[in-house]
T-cell receptor, first 114, second 109 residues
Framework: DAGVTQSPTHLIKTRGQQVTLRCSPK?????VSWYQQALGQGPQFIFQ???????QRGNFPDRFSGHQFPNYSSELNVNALLLGDSALYLC?????????????FGPGTRLTVT | RKEVEQDPGPFNVPEGATVAFNCTYS??????FFWYRQDCRKEPKLLMS???SGNEDGRFTAQLNRASQYISLLIRDSKLSDSATYLC??????????FGPGTRLSVLP
């Protein structure tokens, strides 16, 4: 049973550039959520995708956007990168309609902005 | 006030000790509750869901008090492998997870 996978594992970008991170959910899951985790802090919710639409969004600017594909995989795009965007980006998958909505996390993409 | 707060830690305990983590949440509409553990530079892993009646999984016991908006996690007979950061999570019908800042545990030989 394949778990959540993410790519790439590490990424180094320069301020002002754009980045795309990818996520494949756990087999059988249909919902993907993205989180940003800065060093020493708990993950912060960015947004959630279900049925190829953004369903919920956390307190993140429009520079953060996403997409979900028909096979449930998802992308996170960040434009105009800032130094403060350096963090671990985590993708989590779950199955909508099956409380208590346990989420399973991928290994994350560590983004460094210089 | 933060939506989810946890003991600041770190907790340093000897092997075999019992340790308790506390968590409070501010949104009374929260419906689901979880404890995750996160090892250094790794992803969070689900430790256990927390049910209203309380639940136990081996050495781990979770309690929920909705009236006080309080969640706890008790670890008995601590092992070296329990060393990690423990994250308290609340959720509203799968809309989004709100994580606490985490409490770091070090179990010492």
């Amino acid at each position: 049973d394949a778990g959540v996978t993410q790519s790439p594992t590490h990424l180094i970008k320069t301020r002002g550039q754009q980045v795309t991170l990818r996520c494949s959910p756990k087999s059988g899951h249909d919902t993907v959520s993205w989180y940003q985790q800065a060093l020493g802090q708990g993950p912060q919710f960015i947004f959630q995708y279900y049925e190829e639409e953004e369903r919920q969004r956390g307190n993140f600017p429009d520079r953060f956007s996403g997409h979900q594909f028909p096979n449930y995989s998802s992308e996170l795009n960040v434009n105009a990168l800032l130094l403060g965007d350096s963090a671990l980006y985590l993708c989590a998958s779950s199955l909508k309609g099956q409380g208590p909505y346990e989420q399973y996390f991928g290994p994350g993409t560590r983004l460094t902005v210089t | 006030r933060k939506e989810v707060e946890q003991d600041p830690g770190p907790f340093n305990v000897p092997e075999g000790a019992t340790v308790a983590f506390n968590c409070t949440y501010s949104n009374s509409a929260s419906q689901s509750f979880f404890w995750y553990r996160q090892d250094c530079r790794k992803e969070p892993k689900l430790l256990m869901s927390v049910y209203s009646s309380g639940n136990e999984d081996g050495r781990f016991t979770a309690q929920l008090n909705r009236a006080s908006q309080y969640i706890s996690l008790l670890i008995r007979d601590s092992k070296l492998s329990d060393s990690a950061t423990y994250l308290c999570v609340v959720d509203n019908y799968g809309q989004n997870f709100v994580f606490g800042p985490g409490t770091r545990l070090s179990v010492l030989p």
